[in-house]
Each structure stands twice: as structure tokens, then as C-alpha cells.
């Protein structure tokens, strides 16, 4: 079963470590599902809310009382003076906490900071006591930019260690709200409160809140996901060096913060922050002309307190109702392009109420809608969307970047804007105008919005980044000088074949031919017969001269490899006509070894001297006339080698020969030729399940020139009319398709996303799945806008709903049994087969409207046991898929119990009003049909039926009727028992079948095996033990059935191994001779190596009793492994086994 969808035993626990809270009751469920929140983070998330709210309470508290004795005691004009020099005082501390980050665990670091927090108030408390408001408040408002720096650096400090990427795009939004409320309550205090108590004894509560805080943050720090994060551990802080290109300036940047991301993220912070405390500023010094003045500090900070609770309200309800759908609807880009987007608006309204004499109240009233949107969306929006940009950055990059942007950069714009701004009232004259601010807001918030979209894009290139890259890039080897080429003709003297051959290879590519003939003459006598062929194969005319001779001995050696002797006959054949070689070449024409004569008669043929090419033709001709099929094969063979398109007669005639044998030499002869006249005749072999594989391969030989035939048959209609002419089944029109994807071109391409866009749901799930299949091996890529990738949108919601079907299916029938195992364990088993089939669904259609290198880079990421690298995957496919579908296919795709997956699916896929009792899925299963389901999952319940019936089979027996006749043979055979069960199990019943249905159902012939017992054979073979059933079935469709007497030779020593074989029943020798090395019997497979190595059979295998094979081909195979990993996986498995075998053989032996 596959652990997306039953557990996540497999992989590791959510990174925020914490237990979730037992005994949850619905309320709390139902409330979780409101916050989006899940059951195993609500410990960590209530934790993390309640810090920020006792740190936001304290920081609202300082804020007011510093700003309101502050503007009773200053002009609001030396405010520009209070950031230069917080600027100056922030470096040092982000600094000093960036030292102490590399040195000190963060069990210490964190607890550190709140301490120094609660010492920090504390003493702003003595001072003002000790020596007063005058000369304490230009102090108390710089230290107020040093409480909220330690703050930030804390409090998101531990959040961004705590949750990954996903978890903070969905977490941050609602983490960060707890200041909100917390600064309400500040401010309506303040309010309240500043006239009983006195400004100076709030102090205390801000520092009793930042105590409280510290039992939390201990709490939050026992977290196991803070376990590895002790930076001073690691080699991060100082950032690796990056490679990047451009200006110097850029790579300067980008070295100090460790990352052209982080680069992008620190200017769109210090366009942030410039504009903010412009805002701020204009506000402040508006206040202060309305509500300022000596003495009136208790008053202004009154009036502070009920403005700023207000703007905190407004962010209350924007938090609650608006946020978490703008983001949605939005995405990531276009809600960081909001806040400025609109501050730019009421920018210019600012400018333009101005121009046209507004009065000064009406421009404060301005500034003070900037500082609420400016306030309500940096809370609501910017802030958590920017936390959570630093997300998919490695973890220790992560706080390399966010300490070094809230440390350095925010404190450099924070001077920069003291700076700007005193230069502004010097120019000014003391006496700043209100279209000053707004010119420069102008100016700062088309910056902005440029930053935001390279961010944007840097962000896509962080994620994919994030992901481990599985991927190795390599390059020709070039033996560049003669050093080089020592170190290779040094491994010619190798024992082991495959480096000789590898060498000669390269010596071959880079060295001229007149220096290698004596390196390769003293290769033609090298004990490996591969070593022998590889140099004959590389010989040339300008190579063979002195080496004739030796040449012409290797081929008339009689105890020599057929393979070596053929491979001589045709370097001497490369001679020109006029030559000594192809003169002597005509004694092998009547060689009585078929691989020699081969290479003789094509080897004179192509020689193009008039006696070698009469006579070899007519031994050619001689061939094609052979009574013997051996010699017509031959024939068609060598046919097809030569390539001549207009000798295409033999080869129609072949097509229609009565032996198999020679039909098949025909078929690949056709696909070398790709004559037009042949086309029709292999095209009519598609559907010959002997046959059928081969006419593909020729087909795809054919290339473009096939397309109009088979784009023509795909859509059931005569070539170059639109007049309906045939209707093939499912299973050939499918094979069409394959057939087009491995031609490929645009006119292949088209006629699949024809299919694609007319084919109704009920032409199947396997039609539309090969014509998935076939794009994808084509690598067709949608284009940005249009009806196809409309159509493979829809077809991602389709498998969406579809696997959430088959996983509340599965999970019922599981729930229904009232014990560990569920009540039907083959029907459930086959339901979470197909949510994992609509898994590799999501994955195929993925690959087809983004790059498949990104969509191979998510799959790893997701099969990562790095929760991170998961999280990233999942990250980077919100950015490829629509938001309707990004939140599912997510949910889908990750790892999840299935109770929490399926709970977190229903607002996305509603469940049915009441759920479904098991003969309901059943009989759903039955009624969709192959339109939706595996043919396995159809045969399961089929299968159920016949061998536990339920007491309301009775009424599905109706829906087997379609079954009986269909031309799957899985699903006709397995359609067939269950009617027949049901039959006499029902058989007092009203249930009545005529003698002659009954006849039907059972009319099975024993000739040949049923699907569902190739299936069972398979999955008890070890390299397929693994494998899914669903899977299976197709492996089951291409191995073909052979049948083998006592004695009969299955292949021999030296031929070309194109197959696999499993043993239904009886028993294989295999030998050389009288010498045995392995007998196989039932369920034992032999000669798998030549799936993976079509090299000449190392031995014979011979039937010792008469025998049922199954036969599996080769390129069957190959293509089958590369759309089913899990079969490429058992070949691995199965090899793995081999090695670890002859392992322990080597050692017992030595």
C-alpha cells in the first residue's frame, strides 16, 4: 500500500515537532479546519500565538509612551535624527546578535534575547524615574526600534526554524495575528490607563509582558524539530561562495548576503521599510501639530492609542475575513504587489489634494488613511508573505538571511530615511510640505512593485533550487594531449573487457586512423570474443591495409564466433570494388554459418563492384524463393539492412506468409524501408497480439510519412475525409496513439490532442491515458493559453475527484468491518491502487503544461524523506497549476494519514450527504466502468462478487452484462465466473439464466491462459513481487504465451537475447553442452539479463519436460519501464539479489 494515502510511517513527522493536543473534540476539529490548521500542529501554532501576543502587548505599550513623550518634548522635525541615530545603534546590535547567533545554541540564544528584553524596559522605566521625560525620550524612541529588532529577530527566528515552507505560507498569516489583538489592547490601555497610572508605569506592564513571554519561548524551544538547529555547529555563516554572473556590484551583494533570493528580498525589505517610516513620519508630525505641545503628553498619547487601536481593529477584520482570500485568489506575486499598488493610489491623491490647496486637516486625514492601509497591510500581508519567502532557503541560509536583512539592511534604510528626511527639511527650510512625502512615496512605491516581481521570479528559482537535484550533467570525454592518450592505451592491456572496449573506443574518436593500426592489429587475437568484434567493427579502409590478412584468417577460422567471423567478412568487404577484400569476400557466400552469409551478401552488395554485387544478389534472390522459412526470414532480413526503399515487392509478400517467423522479419524489414506501399499491410498487424509489438517499431520507422494513416485510424475515419470508415477497439486505437508518441512532430502532436479534446469520458481512461503517455514521449509541452491546457486542467480536477472517491471508498470499507483488516481487503487494496494511479496521472499531465525537468524535481522533492524538500515540491506546484487546484493536488500528493487527508479534502471535494454502503461502491465501481477505473480494480470487485456475495448481489448481477462480452480479456473471463457463481449461489432465487447464456459464460477455452492467472504468476516471481496488480495487468498484456516440448531448445549459445522467460509450468535446463549450470521450474524466470543487455545468450536453455512458457520482449519491456517505475525497481531488486548471491558465493569460496 502505498504511504501517501494509509500513514506516514515512512516518512518524517511535521517539522514543528510538537504533540497535538489529545482528547480533540469537534468544536476544536471544526475550528482547526476554520484556521487551517492540522491536528499535529495546533500545539505549536497556540504556543508561537500567545508569544507574539505577550511580545506584542509589551512592544504597543513602549511604542505609545516613547512616541507620546517624545512629540511632547521634540519637534517632529528631529525624528529624522531619532532614525539615524536608532540606525547606528541597530547595526551594532544586529551585528551583536549575528555573533552571538554563530556562537550560542539556540536553546540559550533565544531565552537570551527576551531577558535582555525585559532588562531593556526595565531601565527605561529607572531612567525616566531617575532623571525624567525631558531628557529620556529622545533615548526612549531609539530604544524602541532596538525592542522591536530583537523582537522580530526572535520571535520569526524560531518560527522560521519551527515550520517549512508550507507551514509558513499557510501558518504565518495566522501566527502573526496574535500582536494584533495584543496591540489593540496596548493602545486602548495606554488610552485608559496614561491618565490614572502615569505614561512612566506603563513601562512596567511592557515589562511584565516580556517576562511572560519567556515560559512560552521555553516551551516552544523543547520542540525535537530545534534539535539540529544550533547554528554555531554548522560552517553556514559564512555564506558558500556563489557563482553568479552580471555586474560586479551584484556579485558583491550577492556574496555578503549568501544568495541572489536573499539580494532581492533585502532591497524589497529596504523599499518597505523607507516607505513605512516616511508614512510614520507624516503621520507623527501631523499629530503633534494637532495634539502636541508641552505638556500634552498624556493627551497625544490618548489620542496615539485610539488611532492606532483603530488601525489595529481594521487589521482584526481584514486578518479574519479578507487576507487568506486575497492570497488565494491572488497568489503570492499579486498580494506583495497589493499594499504598495494601493498606497500608491492615496499617493497620489496626497499629491493631488495638495496641488489643489487642501486644508491641513484634510491632509492629515490623508496621511493618517496611508498609515492605516500602510499598517492594516503590512500585517495582514506583507509581513507574513515576506517571513515566508525566506522558507524554501536552507535552514541555516535561512537565518543567515533573515538576521542579516532585519540586522544590517533594515537598519541601513532606516538611516537612509533619517537621512533623506533631514535632508529634505534642511532644503526646505525647516518647514516640510506634505507633497514632499508624497513625491518621494511616489517614487519609492514604483520601486517596490519592480522588487516584488524580481522576487517573484527569484523565488521559482529558490524552490527548484531547495529541491535535491537528482540529475548528473556530464560531458564527451577528449583526450586533449598525449598524456591523455597514454592513460588510455595503458587500459588497453586491461583483463577486464569492458575497458578494453570503452578505450577503443575513445582512441578511436581521437586519433587519426593511420594511428591506430598497429594498436588495433594486436587486438584482433584478444582473448575476448567482444574485444575481437569491437575492433573489426572499428576497422576502416584506412585501417585495414597491412591488417588484410589477418582479417581474412579470423573469418575462415572455423572454431571462431559466428559473430567475429561476420564482423571480419564485413571490414573486407569495406574495401573499394576494385580492391583484394571484396574479391576474397565471395568465397563466404555460401558459408554455412547464417550470421556469415549474412554479412557477405550485404557486406558485396553495398561493395558496388558488378561481380560481387551479381553474385550476392543472387543468392539474395535465392533466398526469397527458399522453400525453407529459415531462408525467407533471412531474406527479409537482409532486405531491410540494405535500405533500398524501391525493393519493397518481397517484403508485401512476406507480410502475408504463412509462417510467423518470416512474417515478423517482414514486419521490422518494412520499418527499415518505409515504403508507402507498405504501410497499409503493417498497420493491419497492430492488433496481432504476435506481432503487434514488432509492427509498432516498424511503424515509428516510418516516421511522418505514417502519421496521416494513423491520426486517420485513431479517429475512426477512411484517410483525408472526415466519412466514418472503421471502429477499432480501444486496445488498437490505443496503440495508435502509442505509435504516434513515438514518432512525435507537431502533426503527431496534433492528432493526440485531438483525441484529447473530442474523445468522450466514456471512451476510457486507458485511450486518453495513452494519448497522455504518447505526449509526454514526445515531449510536447501545452501552450500557455488554450483549449488543450484548459482540457488538461480539467482532466487534474477529474483525477482529483476520481482518487478522492477511491480514498473515501477505501476508507469506508476499512471502517466497515469493525476490525484491523477491512471487510473486502482485495476491493479496498485495489481503491488505494487507483488513488496512487491518479497520483502518476497528476504527475503525467504535470509534465505536460511545465517542464519535466521541474515536474522530476517535485516528484523527488515529494518522495524525499526531507520534510523540507517536500514542502518545497509542494511549493513550487502551487505555482504551476491553477489556485482552484493547487490547495487539492497538494493535499493529494503529500503524505498524510488517510482520516486527516480525507478531512482536509472535503471543502475542496465535497463528500456525499450519507456515506455509501459497500454494494453502492460496488455496483459505482461497475457503472463507470473502464471511463474511470483500472481494469484491475473492475476484475477485483468482479472477483468479490463471485467468491463473497453480498446479500444485495442479486441486484448487481445486471451490471455484469456488459462484462461478459468485452473485449478486455481480464475483464470478459473474470465477468464470466462471477456470473456463473452468482448464478448457482442465487440459484433458488428468481434469478434465472438461459441455457445457452449459461453456455456463453462458461464457453472458455484452456488453450490459452486467463489475464488474471498471468497476473498471479507474475506477482509471485521475485522481480515482480512488488509490483502492483494494477500494473501487472498491463505487464500481462505484452508476454506472450510458448509452449515447449521435452527436449525442444528454447535458444541456444550466441543468439542475440531479446527476451525474458517465467515458467508457468515445467522445468528448463540451462547448459553448454552436457555441463548444467541451473535448472528452473514453476514461477522461476531465466534469461532476464537480456532485458537489460541485448548481448549473444551465454548459454542454452533447453525444455527437460514439456513446458508452458511466458515470454516477455525486450522493447515491450524497456517502454513499460519507462512509464511504471515500480517494474524498473524490481529489475533493480532482482539484480541486487544476483550480486548479493555471488557475493556470498565468493566469499564462501574464498
Sequence with gaps: MSAPFTSTAALPSPRIGMSAPGGATSFQHRLLATLNVRQEEARAVQWLFLHHFLQGFGEALFFTVASALFLAQFAAAKLPWVFLTAAGVLLVVGRLYAWLEHRLPVRRLLPGVVVALVVLVLLAWTGLNAVGATAMAFTLVVLHRVIYLLTNLEFWGVSALLLDVRQGKRLFGLISAGDVPAKLLGYLLVAVLGPTLGLPNLLVLAALAFAASLPVLTRLLQSPALAEADPHHHAHHAPAAVTTSGSTLFTAFTAFFGSPFIVGLAGLSFVAVVGFTCIDFAFLEGAQQRYGGAGKATELARFLGLFLGLGKALTIVTKLFFSGRIVGRLGVKWALLLPPALLLVLAFGTAAAHAAGAQASALFGLFGALLLVAQVFKYTLHDPIFLALFQPLSRHLRLHGHTTVKGVVDPLALGATGALLAGLIWLRGGNLEPTDISRVLIGLLIGWGALVLFVSR??????????????????????????????????????????????????????????????????????????????????????LGAMQPAVLALARTRDEVPAVRAAAVRALCQQPADAEGPALALSFLDDTEPAVRRAAIIGLLRSGGLEAVVLAGQQLLQLVEAPDPAGRALAADLIGELGVRSFYQPIAAFLRDADSTVRRAAVLAAGRLANAQLLSAVLDLLPDPALGEDAARALTGFGEAAVPALEARLHGKAPGTNQRERADGADVRVAYAHVLGRIGGARAEAALTSLLLTEPPSAGRFLREAALRALRSSGYQAPARGAIRDTLYALLEEQLQHSTWCLRAAHALAAASGSDAPAFPAVCAALLEEAVSAREWVFRLLALVAPPRTVLKIRAGLESRVREQAANALEILDHLVPPRLSTPLALLLEALPLPEKLRLLAPHVPAPATPLLPAEMMAHVLEIGTAAFHRWTIATVLHTLSTRPLPEAVTLFALLSPYRTHPDALLRQTARGAAGELAMANAPSSVSLSSAAMTHFFATTTESLLEIEKVVVLKSTSMFADTPEHILVDVAAIVREERVTAGQTIFQAGDFGDAMYVIYQGEVRIHAGETTFATFRNRDLFGELALLDPEPRSATATATIDSLLLRLDQEAFYELMAERREVAQGILRMLTRRLRAQNQLLAGKG
Design 458 to 543: 527569484q523565488y521559482l528559482l529558490t524552490l527548484n533550487g531547495a529541491i535535491k537535484q537528482r540529475f548528473l550533467a556530464g560531458s564527451q570525454v577528449v583526450l586533449g594531449d598525449r598524456a591523455a592518450v597514454a592513460v588510455v592505451e595503458a587500459r588497453l592491456a586491461s583483463p577486464h573487457p569492458e575497458e578494453v572496449i570503452y578505450a577503443i573506443e575513445l582512441l578511436v574518436k581521437s586519433q587519426p586512423p593511420a594511428a591506430l593500426a598497429g594498436t588495433l592489429a594486436g587486438l584482433l587475437h584478444h582473448p575476448a570474443e567482444a574485444v575481437r568484434r569491437q575492433v573489426l567493427d572499428q576497422l576502416t579502409v584506412a585501417t
